[in-house]
């Protein structure tokens, strides 16, 4: 499967607020860029934190390319994928309308009414093999570094994506939060890396960053600058990451 990361951040690496709020940081040009990305995947994930934080829905914005994706044999919207050990999602979510298919990828610990609830509302749910290995859901807050926790609690991203890749998705955009950027990095599962610097500060050393998490202290992810691109008041710097670390 290729992954593709995509993310906005402020000038200090920042993607929201301290507060975990939701933010401009780019504009209408990098908003039409996103689609064209999102077009282009069989599926876009994201953290559970991030559906509890902004209700985000996950479809193209433009209606030219739900169509040539409909030309094309293909669902007019990509999937949409909720990394959510426990079955927080809400069940009046707007990702579990029928404007595309909702996985959940949940962990054993999920309980079998709370599955039933959330397949009843829209979702398919998707029940992954624990492990630390690359588990974070991301967004206002993440369930990786709590204690008492066994690996049942988790889910592991490397695992949860073969269970994608087993449906039909062969192209993965991912879009947040850092918790869920970062693990996908830990586990090696990224192929390209977009990241769109808007011109402001944010501050805050609460503050979600890029790739949270507990961090690489030895072996970092290897990248490899590609393109660069000035849209409305910031630039998209594209990468594309190596097999290796450096």
Do not use: W
Request: glycine share 14%; net charge negative.
């Amino acid at each position: 499967m290729h992954v593709v990361v995509n993310a906005a951040q402020s000038v200090d690496g920042k993607l929201a607020t301290r507060r975990r709020e939701q933010l401009r940081i780019s504009g209408p040009e990098d908003f039409d860029r996103v689609d064209r990305v999102r077009a282009a995947a069989d599926a876009v994930l994201v953290g559970v934190g991030t559906v509890l934080a902004d209700d985000p829905h996950l479809t193209l914005d433009v209606e030219d390319r739900r169509v040539e994706r409909l030309r094309n044999g293909r669902p007019g919207n990509p999937a949409r994928v909720v990394v959510d050990s426990t079955g927080r999602t809400p069940t009046d979510a707007r990702i579990l309308d029928d404007a595309a298919t909702t996985y959940l990828l949940v962990s054993a610990s999920t309980p079998p009414d709370r599955r039933e609830a959330l397949e009843a509302a829209g979702a398919e749910v998707v029940v992954v093999e624990g492990g630390r290995g690359g588990e974070s859901e991301g967004g206002s807050e993440s369930e990786g570094g709590r204690g008492g926790e066994s690996d049942e609690d988790h889910v592991d991203l490397a695992a949860g994506i073969h269970a994608l890749a087993e449906r039909g998705v062969d192209r993965l955009m991912v879009e947040g939060g850092g918790e869920v950027i970062y693990s996908c990095f830990a586990a090696g599962l990224v192929d390209e890396l977009h990241v769109y610097v808007g011109s402001l500060v944010i501050g805050g050393r609460d503050a979600p960053t890029l790739a949270d998490g507990e961090g690489f202290t030895e072996a970092f992810p290897r990248l490899d600058l590609v393109d660069t691109e000035r849209l409305d008041d910031g630039i998209v710097l594209s990468y594309d990451v190596g097999d290796g670390t450096s």
